[in-house]
């Protein structure tokens, strides 16, 4: 069997069995005909199954450096890499075939995307503005969803907390006002962690809870139309209808309201390791990306600021 009916065979595997997306397959055709083109000219010949199951890790190096060298880029090329993966593996199962070439093989290193934080003023318009804004479609009472979203939003910006972080908490855990007791939050891998509230968010809460009267502590802290816990899905709604009507970017969402109040932090002065503990990051090097956003945004006020800039 030629490597070119090898690879046939493994995409319509892809397709029928897998039921993959016809532009997964589409990209795993093109990096598998590449990975073919490639061997061709590096063997000398055209690869049958005997040979690809031979291969060193080596060539599959030699592939990935020659992808780099014209211009792909490591995303790209990790692509690429399981895709030929998931074809050697393939072919090793329908022909019984050893594919000794995948072991030990790593793939590019990614670099963590930059986050895109909001300004000041974009977020603080977001946290105040977005319970003006009624959307029709909704079915909730417009005065709730109003007084929801402004407590939603303002807890997104004020506490850097995550959507599902806060679509999580129940009433008995709201902030009130008359409290200085820190947020209890319960993040990713269950891991608790105290955030401390401002006044605005206090009052926020305590603004929509108060058109819940006799709201039970067990009950959800935001809720639906139908009164059960608020669905991600409705809050990225809301989110996306006012950005439109606001005018603000398409990066405008629920969690670059987290991206905004850490980066907001640490141009106000606060260090990595306090930041850390706020948004309950793992890992010091987590938060350390917002030390990119930070230069990335000193850097744009100089250029507009600076008379010799241009």
Request: hydrophobic share 55%; net charge neutral.
């Given at each position: 069997m030629t490597g070119a009916e090898a690879r046939a065979r493994y995409l319509d595997w892809l397709a029928r069995e897998r039921r993959a997306a016809a532009h997964t397959v589409e990209a795993y055709g093109r990096d598998t005909g590449d990975f073919l083109a490639f061997l061709t000219g590096h063997l000398g010949e055209e690869p049958d199954a005997a040979a690809l199951a031979t291969l060193r890790a080596a060539d599959l190096r030699g592939f990935l450096a020659a992808r780099a060298a014209a211009g792909a880029g490591p995303a790209t090329r990790a692509r690429q890499l399981a895709a030929i993966r998931g074809f050697l593996r393939h072919l090793g199962r329908s022909q019984g075939l050893p594919v000794p070439a995948l072991g030990g093989l790593r793939g590019p290193r990614l670099k963590p995307p930059i986050p895109r934080a909001l300004t000041a003023a974009q977020a603080r318009e977001v946290a105040t503005d977005i319970g003006q804004v009624h959307d029709p479609r909704r079915a909730e009472a417009p005065a709730e969803q109003a007084a929801r979203d402004t407590a939603l939003f303002t807890l997104l910006y004020g506490c850097g907390l995550r959507l599902g972080e806060a679509l999580?908490?129940?009433?008995?855990?709201?902030?009130?006002?008359?409290?200085e007791a820190g947020l209890r939050v319960l993040g990713k891998g269950s891991k608790p962690r105290l955030v401390p509230v401002?006044?605005?968010?206090?009052?926020?809460?305590?603004?929509y809870l108060a058109l819940r009267p006799g709201a039970r502590p067990e009950e959800p802290l935001f809720r639906g139309a139908r009164g059960a816990r608020l669905d991600p899905a409705v809050a990225q709604r809301a989110l996306r209808h006012y950005r439109r009507l606001a005018g603000l970017p398409e990066h405008a969402t629920p969690h670059a309201l987290r991206h905004s109040f850490a980066t907001h932090l640490l141009g106000g002065g606060a260090d990595l390791r306090s930041i850390q503990e706020l948004l309950g990051h793992a890992s010091l090097s987590t938060t350390q990306r917002y030390t990119a956003v930070d230069a990335a945004g000193l850097l744009e006020t100089w250029r507009k600021a600076h008379p010799r800039a241009g």
């Open positions: 999580a908490l129940d009433v008995r855990d709201a902030p009130l006002p008359g409290s401002l006044p605005v968010v206090r009052q926020a809460i305590a603004a």
